[in-house]
Nanobody
Framework: VQLQASGGGMVQPGGSLKLSCATS????????MAWFRQAPGKEREFVAA????????YHAESVKGRFTMSRDHAKNTVALQMNRLKPEDTAVYFC??????????????????WGQGTQVTVSS
């Protein structure tokens, strides 16, 4: 499984960014995808997750209403649209993948595959 995240950068508070994760090498039918983030000195934190084929997408309370994860099956990508960004959203953002769904989807340890991460910095 290969994951390639892109789209990070620096933005002012209140701004927007869209991250993209290109995926390959997995049997898409029974996989799940996620976004996590990790700030310096902190543990990897859940942002959003959902099954690749469809159904509910779950977002962390801290980003609900501001961030939206989506799937593009034609392009084999997963996106994270981030609006109304705050300084506390500053982190390296990682896309993750796993076989099957887990009720512990919010725990980073349950995800088997990770992309290389993309830096998001929110600062004035």
């Amino acid at each position: 499984v290969q994951l390639q995240a892109s789209g990070g950068g620096m933005v002012q508070p209140g701004g927007s960014l869209k991250l993209s994760c290109a995926t390959s090498g997995h049997p898409y039918n029974n996989y799940a995808m996620a976004w996590f983030r990790q700030a310096p000195g902190k543990e990897r934190e859940f942002v959003a997750a959902g099954r690749w084929t469809g159904g509910n997408i779950y977002h962390a309370e801290s980003v609900k209403g501001r961030f939206t994860m989506s799937r593009d099956h034609a392009k084999n990508t997963v996106a994270l649209q981030m609006n109304r960004l705050k300084p506390e959203d500053t982190a390296v953002y990682f896309c993750g993948a796993r076989y099957g769904w887990s009720v512990s989807y919010y725990e980073a340890r349950t995800w088997a595959f990770w992309g290389q991460g993309t830096q998001v910095t929110v600062s004035s």
